[in-house]
């Protein structure tokens, strides 16, 4: 891409995240203290966990190095905003879910760039990429903090003191930044279609089987420490769907060569949806028959 594309791009996902920080309120904050057992293991699980369990599997699992790069940074982004709509939606907590993604989304300024370095560097596949990349470290925590820290601060604040003017845009910025994130999804796929093309099978499988432990990990991280069923569906969605655009992001601007890295997070961008709306549909069933066999006499 080129460097006015990687501008534009960079702005984008900053205005996607300050039109999710609209929306946010100095409550969504505070009420970490109603909810602080799911609150603190669905951050642990979202950035210690899964992140360390994606390194012990790319480390031992026969995979391109790519492929092991674009996974490792996908575990290392935050929940995205879907997240918040797939628990809504499937009668979870949705209280819960918008404090772990505003929480999560403030925190990944430090954790994004330091689980990706760390794992990438520890691994053996990646590690010789990485060195031969080059990129400072200090220039990946400065586009995550400009996409994500800054616009969260600036978003909060229009929210909060022209809380007017935020509820009428933010709609537009939440469907104009779904639009934005598979637009992203579409450049990255059309870019390296051959490649995608040439190996199909082992990235649909490793996207789908990395959602899948995203998805098991959060489920029975916060079943194990006992979170009812309205906490537990908000942990499993805001561990299991990652914010594809800001690894796509981060692609673009430091590993442009990397054809294998976009089309992991470009694959992650269209199967969470998937995925998503398929547990959120199996969740919603089960309600509906449970309910069922209460009220029959």
Same mark, same amino acid.
């Given at each position: 891409?080129?460097?006015?594309?990687? %501008?534009?791009?960079?702005?984008?996902?900053?205005?996607?995240?300050?039109?999710?920080?609209? @929306?946010?309120? #100095?409550?969504?904050?505070?009420?970490?203290?109603? %909810?602080?057992?799911?609150?603190?293991?669905?951050?642990?699980?979202?950035?210690?966990?899964? !992140?360390?369990?994606?390194?012990?599997?790319? %480390?031992?699992?026969?995979?391109?190095?790519?492929?092991?790069?674009?996974?490792?940074?996908?575990?290392?982004?935050?929940?995205?905003?879907?997240?918040?709509?797939?628990?809504?939606?499937?009668?979870?907590?949705?209280?819960?879910?918008?404090?772990?993604?505003?929480?999560?989304?403030?925190?990944? *300024?430090?954790?994004?760039?330091? @689980?990706?370095? #760390?794992?990438?560097?520890? @691994?053996?596949?990646?590690?010789?990429?990485?060195?031969?990349?080059?990129?400072?470290?200090?220039?990946?925590?400065?586009?995550?903090?400009?996409?994500?820290?800054?616009?969260?601060?600036?978003?909060?604040?229009?929210?909060?003191?022209?809380?007017?003017?935020?509820?009428?845009?933010? !709609?537009?910025?939440?469907?104009?930044?779904?639009?934005?994130?598979?637009? &992203?999804?579409?450049?990255?796929?059309?870019?390296?279609?051959?490649?995608?093309? *040439?190996?199909?099978?082992?990235?649909?499988?490793?996207?789908?089987?990395?959602?899948? #432990?995203?998805?098991?990990?959060? %489920?029975?991280?916060?079943?194990?420490?006992?979170?009812?069923?309205?906490?537990?569906?908000?942990?499993?969605?805001?561990?299991?769907?990652?914010?594809?655009?800001?690894?796509?992001?981060?692609? &673009?601007?430091?590993?442009?060569?990397?054809?294998?890295?976009?089309?992991?997070?470009?694959?992650?961008?269209?199967?969470?949806?998937?995925?998503?709306?398929?547990?959120?549909?199996?969740?919603?069933?089960?309600?509906?028959?449970?309910?069922?066999?209460?009220?029959?006499?």
């Amino acid at each position: 891409m080129s460097h006015a594309s990687l %501008y534009a791009l960079n702005i984008i996902l900053a205005l996607m995240m300050f039109g999710i920080a609209l @929306n946010l309120r #100095l409550a969504d904050f505070q009420r970490v203290v109603r %909810y602080p057992k799911g609150v603190v293991v669905g951050l642990i699980t979202q950035f210690l966990a899964l !992140p360390g369990l994606t390194f012990i599997a790319t %480390y031992y699992l026969p995979l391109p190095a790519e492929i092991e790069l674009g996974l490792l940074l996908v575990a290392s982004c935050p929940g995205g905003s879907f997240s918040n709509i797939m628990t809504y939606l499937a009668g979870g907590n949705a209280a819960l879910s918008v404090t772990m993604t505003a929480l999560a989304s403030s925190l990944a *300024a430090f954790f994004t760039p330091f @689980n990706f370095i #760390l794992y990438s560097s520890l @691994n053996p596949v990646t590690a010789p990429l990485m060195a031969e990349i080059a990129v400072p470290a200090e220039q990946i925590y400065a586009i995550v903090a400009l996409v994500l820290a800054l616009p969260l601060l600036l978003g909060l604040a229009v929210g909060r003191w022209q809380s007017d003017w935020a509820a009428k845009v933010e !709609p537009g910025f939440r469907y104009a930044s779904l639009a934005a994130l598979y637009g &992203f999804v579409a450049i990255a796929i059309w870019q390296n279609w051959q490649a995608l093309q *040439a190996s199909a099978l082992i990235f649909i499988w490793a996207v789908i089987a990395h959602n899948l #432990l995203a998805l098991g990990l959060g %489920y029975g991280a916060s079943r194990m420490v006992g979170l009812d069923v309205a906490d537990r569906r908000a942990v499993t969605f805001e561990v299991g769907l990652q914010n594809s655009g800001l690894g796509l992001g981060i692609i &673009f601007t430091f590993f442009a060569d990397l054809g294998g890295m976009a089309i992991v997070a470009a694959g992650w961008g269209i199967w969470h949806l998937i995925s998503g709306m398929t547990l959120c549909g199996l969740w919603n069933r089960g309600d509906r028959r449970q309910s069922a066999t209460v009220e029959s006499p």
